[in-house]
């Protein structure tokens, strides 16, 4: 098993930063591909950014290439995302996952096999 824990949502205006953080716990490993996904309200959940477990291969939607930043520190088990520029388009429930069978990680939600809770990112306009 696998815990996953996000924090770092918050409400905050149109070309505005914020940093969200993933914390794992339990049957953590490097080796595991870490992802974010969103959904907002009435929407499918969808595919935002994904990380190798070695963090050298990284990959984002099209929607936030060149402004949102995927990171990670594996002493402290956590993943990052660094959200700049944001618009209105991005308020949504943010979430972490892992996946045990996908080395890079995917753009699949199906793909991933243990996911977090959520926090909430609202941009004002």
Excluded at 31 to 41: E, I
Excluded at 56 to 61: E, K
């Amino acid at each position: 098993q696998v815990q996953l824990v996000e924090s770092g949502g918050d409400l905050v205006q149109a070309g505005g930063s914020l940093r969200l953080s993933c914390a794992a716990s339990g049957r953590t490993s490097s080796s595991h591909a870490m992802g974010w996904f969103r959904q907002a309200p009435g929407k499918e959940r969808e595919f935002v950014s994904t990380i190798s477990g070695t963090g050298g291969s990284t990959y984002y939607a099209d929607s936030v290439k060149g402004r949102f930043t995927i990171s990670r520190d594996n002493a402290k088990n956590t993943v990052y995302l660094q959200m700049t520029s944001l618009k209105p388009e991005d308020t949504a429930v943010y979430y972490c996952a892992v996946s045990w069978r996908y080395l890079s990680g995917s753009v699949y939600p199906k793909d991933y096999d243990y996911w977090g809770q959520g926090t909430q990112v609202t941009v004002s306009s």
